[in-house]
């Protein structure tokens, strides 16, 4: 058993990496589903267990293939990335028993095997980028992630899903080049590619090296940008979200954009941050003026959307926003509201596509004229969606509020009060196009296409209403949430220079 434990950041990734193969190799969908439902659940349980001894012992140094960092490839895992391995493993958990009817009814029996071949090669991708402790191998897992989600995109029924999962990998691929860029230039400035000596060394580098390491900076934040779907780079989200299948929706829109967000934020703090007095450069005041466009623009874009996964799809990306804003602040409280939203969007934008994914599983739409009187006929369904969506307004005891109080507790400690206004404003946006929906579902007529609809099966709604339960438990008891995301603001901001 030591054996086993002393190997978990291994672990971490072997097992699905492992259970993507077998998935494909099954061929047919129960058992595959099996096998990623017990792959699934056995990748929180590791990260719970790293993270716990994270926080009681520090971080965690493994290198592969008996060599030692900084020459061989090592997975380290400190308070920041044991917080993100944690949330996506534990969303992975939560929401796979929904996909067993969801993608056998949208994506088709003959796919299916393959279908959860791709979501495990995307975990593992996404467990990769969080873990590993080297620049080049971040690469790596980012465009295995990236080419499991094309083919889960293009595997919607609907014929555009073709032409979004294109889209995403032209995007993706402007990305990645940018991203090898600015690593290519880190590597001639330091000769290293681990990003714990590649800080130390950009820390000790001598002036005349500032320009070359701006120039790293820039390409590394706009290849991640385009990744993490901050306006205006977006334009291949909507569509990805919009005609994916239901359940690859859920995954990716809980999952994908936050480790974006987290390899950002590790460039930015611990590696440019000890180099580099941020205050000299404008990227602070550029992610600030970009965080409040996507906070308004994309919220006014969800409010006119009648297909309601396009209208969830510019909801992230005003999330997104949030998130960004609260690393445009800088400070501990603003930081801790942008990294706990990773958290509490992550909850209750899984909750909404789940709870769309159980309308397209009963009647076949999504649209939001097509739903009339739904709420009568899937209480429970609609139920999870007005709680959640009360979480993306920010409602007071919910999760959504506790993200929006840390950012505005964070502007109101740089003497930004605009900025507080600002975030209720926008916030009010999101009352429009939430509150269309919830008038509709519970305030209209039943429509005739759904009047013999009900809530779906038990294994659907479940995950559903768990995700719903934790948007509420986690806007009153935030120890686990806004707490650990005090202690990685902490030590981030701790080693700034």
Known sequence: MELVSSHLPALQIVIPLLGGLLAALLRRGVPAFALTLAVSWIMPVISAVLLDRVLTGGPISYALGGWPPPWGIEYRVDVLNGFVLMLISTIGAVIVPFARRSVALEVGERREAWFYCMYLMCLTGLLGVTITGDAFNAFVFL????????????????RRALVAAFRYLIMGTIGATFYVIGVGFLYLLTGSLNMVDMAARLAAAPPEMARAMVAALAFLTVGISLKLALFPLHSWLPGAYAYAPSWATVFLSATATKVAIYLLVR????????????????????????????????????????????????????????????????????????????????????????????????????????????????????????????????????????????????????????????LVVSSLISVLYIGRVIEMAWFRPVAIQVAEAKDPPLSMLLPLLILAAATVYFGIDTRLTAGIAAQVAEFLLGGLR
């Open 143 to 158: 465009e295995v992630s990236s080419l499991s989600t094309y083919v889960l995109i293009a595997l919607g029924r609907d």
């Open 267 to 422: 460039f930015l703090f611990s590696i440019f941050g000890i180099a580099l007095d941020f205050r000299g450069l404008p990227i602070v005041e550029i992610l600030l003026a970009l965080s409040i466009a996507a906070m308004f623009i994309a919220s006014i874009i969800a409010v006119y959307q009648n297909n309601l996964k396009r209208m969830l799809a510019y909801s992230s990306l005003a999330q997104i926003g949030y998130m960004m804003l609260g690393i445009g602040i800088g400070n501990l409280a603003g930081l801790t509201g942008g990294l706990v939203h990773l958290v509490n969007h992550a909850m209750m934008k899984a909750a909404l596509f789940l709870a769309l994914g159980s309308l397209f599983y009963r009647i076949g739409t999504v649209r939001l004229a097509e739903i009339a009187g739904i709420g009568r006929k899937m209480p429970l369904t609609m139920g999870a969606f007005v709680v959640a969506g009360l979480g993306i307004i920010g409602t007071p005891g919910t999760a959504g509020f506790i993200s929006k109080w840390y950012l505005a507790v964070g502007a109101l400690d740089r003497g930004w009060w605009i900025l507080v206004f600002l």
